[in-house]
């Protein structure tokens, strides 16, 4: 077992574990701390906390010390410098004709590196757009080429349910999202209804798969056979997933058939996994919106 406390260096950023050695620290204090990146400055998203060592991935680096006011007075400064350093960074993209979108600028704590952030649909040469910003800003330079879910992230926005996006909300990290769940959630398979402001599938599909999972074990599949509260047998024609209901045509003679619904605990049928592949058309048209993390 061991004691840590999580730190972000990022409103919506990853959560680091950290040893805050003999400190009590509470959520929302800032502390300074050694990365890979060198010293870095960071807001603690939860105190002094026991987890198992299996949790634990690489050895805890210990907290240098808790922020001071000169260090909260540098990292307002590192914003402000953040800004001017994002506009000279898009001027030297123009003068040297690249195709790329600047996106985010970001000082480490003592400066010893800025990252910019950007996107484009291929590689770039950037090797003379770095020389020109190392002469400028006198520091080590780093350029990091993002996906669209990353870009999303760091612009924001709002969703279709209105709300602030998940991924610059809450998310830290970016599951697998596959067009089966879209599937498995009897979702319409149509691109503006299952994608995001990303154009990628919606990061909201992976949060509700085990419910419904869990919920489709319960029903039969469409043209199975089932037997009704009455001992009359029908085939399947629909479901209903979160009310558990079930529609059956059942035959009443003279070639006549009469559909009804039931609810899913009251016929009899035999459970077996639900069917609900993807077809080779289905994604031939959505494989755009396909994210596999």
């Known amino acids: 077992m061991a004691n ?14 950290f040893d805050p050695v003999d400190l009590k620290i509470e959520k929302g204090q800032h502390v300074i701390v050694e990365t890979v990146r060198g ?76 990252l910019f952030y950007f996107t484009a649909d291929g590689r770039v040469d950037f090797r003379e757009l770095v020389k020109d910003l190392a002469a400028v800003f006198r520091t080590r330079i780093e350029l990091r080429q993002i996906g669209v879910r990353d870009e999303t992230k760091l612009c924001g926005g709002v969703g279709i349910c209105g709300r602030t996006l998940c991924c610059c909300s809450y998310l830290t990290d970016f599951s697998p999202v596959s067009i089966k769940m879209a599937k498995d959630q009897n979702l319409s398979l149509n691109p503006t209804k299952i994608s995001g402001v990303c154009g990628r599938l919606m990061c909201c599909l992976k949060n509700e798969e085990d419910t419904y999972l869990y919920l489709n074990s319960k029903l039969p599949n469409i043209n199975d056979t089932v037997t009704t509260p009455s001992g009359d047998r ?13 529609k059956v ?34 994604m031939e048209a959505l494989k755009e919106l396909e994210d596999n993390g």
């Open 4 to 17: 840590v406390i999580g730190v972000r260096f990022r409103q919506t950023g990853k959560v680091y574990y």
């Open 39 to 114: 010293v870095e400055y960071g807001t603690v998203s939860f105190g002094n906390r026991i987890i198992d060592d299996s949790e634990i991935q690489n050895p805890l680096k210990p907290v240098l010390r808790m922020a001071t006011p000169d260090d909260d007075k540098k990292d307002a400064e590192n914003r402000i410098k953040e800004k001017e350093a994002f506009s000279i960074c898009l001027e030297k993209i123009k003068a040297h004709g690249l195709e790329m979108k600047l996106l985010d600028t970001e000082y480490t704590f003592d400066n010893n590196k800025i």
């Open 234 to 246: 029908g085939q399947v024609t629909s479901v209903n997933v979160l009310r558990q209901t079930v």
């Open 249 to 282: 045509a059942v035959d009443i003679g003279n070639d006549e058939i009469e559909e009804k619904e039931y609810k899913a605990t009251d016929l009899k049928f035999k459970v077996r996994k639900r069917e609900n592949k993807v077809t080779r058309e289905e």
